[in-house]
């Protein structure tokens, strides 16, 4: 909310960022191209309108993990209770822009009906929304994914092995499910910088293994968020 605050005050972009499902302490870093020196003053001096977009982000539902360390009955409810948790973020995404979806939706490739029925009826509950998904390392986008393997409504765009754009009205939104051969952040340019431009990836910050990124990177980078 303060951040909202600060942009609106701006008087640049106007965002809401209402779930972000990202480590304690580090989603700030996100924001910080919008920190950029500079990008105000030039943004008022161009004379473009303001963008205004509701974002609603986030990740990691690993919605099949077997929970094997609970017992049945547990594992059970811990399921159920994490397929209600992606009917509240579709819930919250009611009237925003977009939904971003970041990355291991699902904590293995093994098709499970039952999950995928409730994903996609959940999505066709928001048919004003688009949604954009990018798969992540334990949900990777391979021959088998489920998420090729079923039908899904018509306002999700599911992102490939290879970096596409999307061109929307206020935005143009990039994206990538992880693979082995992700290309570094700094290397990937924005085609419409008068736009407000997105990038979708799953990955970490400062890590080891996921497609590490920096905050220098980020902050280097062509995009807002």
């Known amino acids: 909310k303060i951040l909202a605050e600060e942009l609106r005050s701006w008087n640049v972009f106007t965002a809401y960022n209402e779930l972000c499902h990202l480590t304690a302490g580090k989603w700030r870093v996100l924001f910080r ?3 950029k ?24 539902f690993h919605l099949n993990k077997s ?19 992606v009917g509240r973020i579709c819930n919250m995404a009611k009237g925003a822009d977009v939904l971003l979806l970041c990355g291991d939706l699902l904590d293995t490739n093994e098709f499970d009906k039952n999950i995928m029925d409730n994903l996609c009826a959940e999505f066709q509950k928001i048919p004003d929304t688009r949604i954009f998904i990018a798969l992540g390392n334990h949900d990777p986008y391979t021959e088998t994914s489920p998420f090729r393997m079923v039908s899904l409504p018509d ?47 799953h990955g970490e910050l400062n890590g080891s293994k996921y497609y590490s990124v920096s905050e220098a990177e980020i902050g280097a980078s062509g995009f807002d968020y």
């Open 155 to 201: 306002n999700v765009h599911l992102f490939g092995n290879q970096l596409e754009r999307v061109s929307l009205e206020q935005a143009d939104i990039y994206g990538m499910s992880y693979s082995n051969h992700m290309p570094k952040l700094t290397d990937i340019t924005t085609e419409h910088p008068d736009k407000l431009n997105i990038l979708l990836f």
């Open 37 to 60: 020196k500079g990008r105000r003053e030039a943004f008022q001096k161009s004379g473009k309108s303001v963008i205004e977009m509701k974002v609603v982000h986030s990740a990691d």
């Open 67 to 85: 929970f094997s360390e609970l017992s049945g009955k547990a594992a059970e409810v811990r399921r159920s209770e994490q397929l209600e948790a």
């Open 33 to 35: 191209p919008f920190y």
